[in-house]
């Protein structure tokens, strides 16, 4: 008796392993409000020199997409006693925004691969409870980010594999998900990946008079993705970057100008799909105020950060995501636009706090 149910044991085991297309740790009863979408990375981090820069030819603070010369950077940095962590810029937003809000709240999608480091990602979002749906690609490995940190720099070079497998029929089979969720939040690194499923959550969110939000995610996303970006352009309700993805989207698009403010405001006026949703346009600064445009309003908000302890920054990995993450939340509990700012600076705030993009346990709450 006990053979046959072993060797029943094996094969269905076996017939789970050739059948394991994805990853669903959803709890059947959520609500799941926040569907986030985008690049499932593992951050491979460690301390490097201008020798490794020069090595691979990259920019101290920048963010990349891997070519050929760029792959033996991984070995390079694991040499260097390398920290693996889970990044991927919306997962990291997700996983804030996750940290905030009640149980089952924020599910994630994108595409991993059957390995070590898609379990060490769904291990990493379990613990501040965002759940995982993954798409699993069977022959990519999951996507590796390797983050070159040098003084208060960081350069990343980002090698999708697995992450840039996924496809709008992979959104398509998980529309339950899009159905119950009301605000969608997609990571602009993704316009590198699938066009059509950031468009069929955009339409989605427009025909449903939901919310649509966009992160600028890197100056590459408005320089060379500047037609994919801006075909997703009239559904942001709200679009999130950092100054220098600003300036990169001003200068790709012939503004004319570097000012924060104007270019702000310029996004919030660009035409609108949903006209029952005002845009809203934020910018951070780094320790400069977090500019604030809102389509139709004349007067440009800015809000300072509150002051930070240098002996208390570990690591500004995520910072950017984590704000996200904050102002993803205060959004979905209907705070004010001044609340959820707060709420967004006080996350990067903790994250900044931690190694990697990460937030710090036992729970702090806003
Ligand atoms: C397509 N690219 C280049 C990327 C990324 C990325 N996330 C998604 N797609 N390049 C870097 N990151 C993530 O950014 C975080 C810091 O903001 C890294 O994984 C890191 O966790």
């Known amino acids: 008796l006990f053979a046959i149910e072993n060797k029943a044991l094996f094969h269905s085991c076996r017939q789970l392993n050739i059948n394991q297309k994805s990853i669903d740790t959803r709890n059947k009863m959520g609500k799941y409000e926040i569907l986030a979408l985008e690049n499932p990375l593992l951050d491979i981090q460690a301390v490097g020199d201008q020798a490794l820069l020069d090595k691979y030819g990259l920019k101290p603070n ?161 320089q060379f993705f500047k037609d994919q970006l801006d075909q997703t352009a009239p559904y942001w309700d709200y679009v999130v970057g950092n100054e220098t993805e600003a300036r990169s989207y001003a200068a790709s698009h012939d503004l004319n100008t570097e000012d924060i403010p104007t270019i702000a405001r310029h996004l919030a006026q660009l035409p609108k799909a949903n006209s029952q949703r005002k845009r809203t346009v934020i910018i951070t600064q780094g320790t400069d105020p977090t500019v604030v445009a809102v389509q139709d309003e004349d007067k440009v908000h800015e809000f300072p950060v509150h002051a930070i302890d240098k002996s208390e920054i570990a690591d500004t990995t995520g910072a950017g995501d984590a704000f996200a993450g904050g102002f993803v939340a205060g959004v979905a509990k209907g705070e004010s636009l001044k609340t959820c700012v707060d709420m967004g600076q006080w996350l990067a705030h903790l994250s900044i706090k931690e190694l990697g993009p990460a937030y710090p346990f036992p729970k702090q709450t806003y």
């Open 62 to 222: 920048d963010a990349i997409l891997a070519e050929e010369k760029h792959m033996g950077i991984y070995e390079d940095l694991i040499n260097r006693k390398a920290d693996f962590n889970a990044g991927g810029a919306a997962q990291n937003t997700a996983r804030g925004a996750q940290y905030i809000l009640p149980e089952d709240s924020v599910v994630f999608v994108g595409c991993v691969g059957k390995d070590k480091y898609a379990d060490l990602l769904v291990e990493a979002n379990k613990k501040v409870g965002l759940h995982t749906v993954y798409r699993v690609d069977e022959e990519q490995p999951t996507g590796r980010c390797g983050v070159v940190i040098t003084g208060h720099d960081r350069s990343m070079c980002t090698d999708l594999a697995a992450a840039n497998c996924y496809k709008v029929e992979h959104l398509k089979e998980n529309w339950d998900l899009v159905k119950q969720a009301k605000l969608y939040f997609v990571g602009g690194y993704h316009l590198t990946v699938s066009v059509p499923a950031i468009m069929a959550l955009a339409e989605e969110a427009a025909k449903e008079n939901k919310i649509f939000m966009l992160s600028l995610s890197a100056p590459f996303i408005p």
